[in-house]
């Protein structure tokens, strides 16, 4: 790891994976996993995260329901998720949602690249916009569902990852990476 935050962000990796694993069932909790991976300059997408944080938090919703990486920089991790969930670097920054009840149905919601919101919702940039944007329909949604109730993203805007696990997701992240750091070192010795 050469950056600092590549050794932010695999710890914070640790963290999550640790509290997925404490992680009760989701049947009489809080009704969505978010994963965030964003990158530094994308500042509107920072702010989503933020939004989506603070209606987590309200709801007392855990460390394993919620979780960014990349504002510091495209990290190792950042690469492996992407890599582990079937997407890449151009389709960041985004967002991957799923109902706690059944976190392999996975929607990756594209956010904003740019520095603010400002335009974010409206596709025409005069503020003329007639829609929610697709991370926006799904904040509202997950705010409408009580704990305990099977959050619906059928028609969210959004790209299903089949395959996906939210729940999963961080284990085979670290796998990847230390069958990566194990043929480093075999090629290394050898």
């Known amino acids: 790891m050469s950056h600092h935050y590549d050794a932010h962000d695999h710890d914070k990796l640790l963290r999550w994976r640790d509290d997925l694993r404490a992680r009760t069932s989701d049947g009489e909790g809080f009704p969505a996993l978010a994963l965030f991976l964003v990158k530094p300059q994308a500042a509107g997408a920072h702010e989503i995260f933020r939004r989506y944080r603070a209606e987590f938090e309200q709801r007392d919703a855990t460390f394993a329901h919620l979780v960014i990486f990349g504002m510091h920089g495209i990290s190792a991790t950042v690469r492996g998720l992407l890599e582990q969930a079937g997407l890449c670097e151009t389709d960041l920054p985004v967002m991957m949602l799923a109902p706690a009840a059944d976190p392999s ?21 005069d503020g003329a916009c007639d829609y929610l944007a697709p991370w926006q329909d799904a904040l509202d949604r997950v705010r409408i569902t009580k704990d305990g109730r099977i959050l619906r993203l059928m028609g969210v ?12 997701l961080a284990e085979a992240t670290l796998a990847t990476a230390a069958q990566e750091i194990t043929g480093l070192a075999n090629a290394t010795a050898g």
């Open 105 to 125: 149905s996975v929607i990756a919601v594209s956010l904003p690249a740019g520095e603010s919101l400002e335009g974010g919702d409206d596709p025409n940039g």
């Open 157 to 168: 805007q959004g790209r299903r990852l089949d395959g996906a696990d939210l729940t999963r």
